[in-house]
């Protein structure tokens, strides 16, 4: 079993930046590719960015491409997420995931952590 529990969301104006953290727990993630989803109210919720455990292939979704990072530290078991300049429309609650099977760009996943909000103010 694993767990992921994230940190860094907050509350930030249109333009700023924020850091997500993902730490996880329980086995070795050696092997396991690592990512963010994220939900919108109302909305489903929708691929982010993941990377492979090596770190050697990184994937974004279009809509991030150019203002989010993606990256890991295999010796911590965390990935983070550097988000710059935030719209109002990355406003979600943003999900660490780990998968043993595949980029862990689409579902299914294996595992998923609680959550942690993003809000944007315009």
């Known amino acids: 079993q694993v767990q992921l529990v994230e940190s860094g969301g907050g509350l930030v104006q249109a333009g700023g930046s924020l850091r997500l953290s993902c730490a996880a727990s329980?086995?070795?993630?050696?092997?396991?590719?690592m990512g963010w989803f994220r939900q919108a109210p109302g909305k489903e919720r929708e691929f982010v960015a993941a990377?492979?455990?090596?770190?050697?292939?990184?994937y974004y979704a279009d809509s991030v491409k150019g203002r989010f990072s993606i990256s890991r530290d295999n010796a911590k078991n965390t990935v983070y997420l550097q988000m710059n300049s935030l719209k109002p429309e990355d406003t979600a609650v943003y999900y660490c995931?780990?998968?043993?099977?595949?980029?862990?760009?689409?579902?299914?996943?294996?595992?998923w952590g609680q959550g942690t909000q993003v809000t944007v103010s315009s």
């Open positions: 990377i492979v455990w090596s770190g050697t292939n990184i």
């Open positions: 329980g086995r070795t993630l050696s092997r396991y590719a």
């Open positions: 995931v780990a998968d043993s099977r595949g980029r862990a760009t689409s579902l299914p996943i294996d595992y």
